[in-house]
T-cell receptor
Framework: DAGVIQSPRHEVTEMGQEVTLRCKPI?????LFWYRQTMMRGLELLIY????????DSGMPEDRFSAKMPNASFSTLKIQPSEPRDSAVYFC??????????????FGSGTRLTVV | DQQVKQNSPSLSVQEGRISILNCDYT??????FLWYKKYPAEGPTFLIS?????DKNEDGRFTVFLNKSAKHLSLHIVPSQPGDSAVYFC???????????FGTGTRLQVFP
């Protein structure tokens, strides 16, 4: 298995532009998570899906952020319009989705977003 | 409100000595505690975990200790090796949810 695949690895965009981050979870995993890593807050959970349905989006910072999971093998995180304070590394992770586990999630390699 | 806290942003240890990374939590409903390791330009990878019914779990050079009354856990690495240099995140979850709450991370540097 290729693991959790994220694209692009790096994204540089101008303030005000729309940004779309993509994620392909591990086949057979039923839960998908979007996290953002910053120095101040560490790894923050933005939203998670179970069986393609959003379960908890309480971590989404504001209406500029949206996430979709149209099928079991693909998810997007969109920021529109982007702002410099959105600059961070965004991680996608997936798990079997059978409840809390002592083995946690598998993370992708992340997308480093820079908004100038 | 940070439910999982790692108060030491960095730690420097000599090769061969013990590294102790600490983590505190506020939510008494947490049942599972995990440690992740992260190298630059990579995603976090699972390292070791413990459930609330235990107070110690060991895997090779890595041992996690849980003190429920103090709401504190720690990761011990003995002996420390240069390849252990990374950022370590602790995380917690409760029985009724899939989601993991992470701390801010501690950067460990192991020098020769």
């Amino acid at each position: 298995d290729a693991g959790v695949i994220q694209s692009p690895r790096h994204e540089v965009t101008e303030m005000g532009q729309e940004v779309t981050l993509r994620c392909k979870p591990i086949s057979g995993h039923n839960s998908l998570f979007w996290y953002r890593q910053t120095m101040m807050r560490g790894l923050e959970l933005l939203i998670y899906f179970n069986n393609n349905v959003p379960i908890d989006d309480s971590g989404m910072p504001e209406d500029r952020f949206s996430a979709k999971m149209p099928n079991a093998s693909f998810s997007t995180l969109k920021i529109q319009p982007s702002e410099p304070r959105d600059s961070a590394v965004y991680f996608c992770a997936s798990s079997l989705g059978t409840g809390p586990s002592l083995y946690g999630y598998t993370f992708g390699s992340g997308t480093r977003l820079t908004v100038v | 409100d940070q439910q999982v806290k790692q108060n030491s942003p960095s730690l420097s240890v000599q090769e061969g000595r013990i590294s102790i990374l600490n983590c505190d939590y506020t939510n008494s409903m947490f049942d599972y505690f995990l440690w992740y390791k992260k190298y630059p330009a990579e995603g976090p990878t699972f390292l070791i975990s413990i459930s609330s019914i235990k107070d110690k779990n060991e895997d090779g050079r890595f041992t996690v200790f849980l003190n429920k009354s103090a709401k504190h856990l720690s990761l011990h690495i003995v002996p420390s090796q240069p390849g252990d240099s990374a950022v370590y995140f602790c995380a917690a979850s409760s029985e009724n949810t899939d989601k993991l709450i992470f701390g801010t991370g501690t950067r460990l540097q192991v020098f020769p």
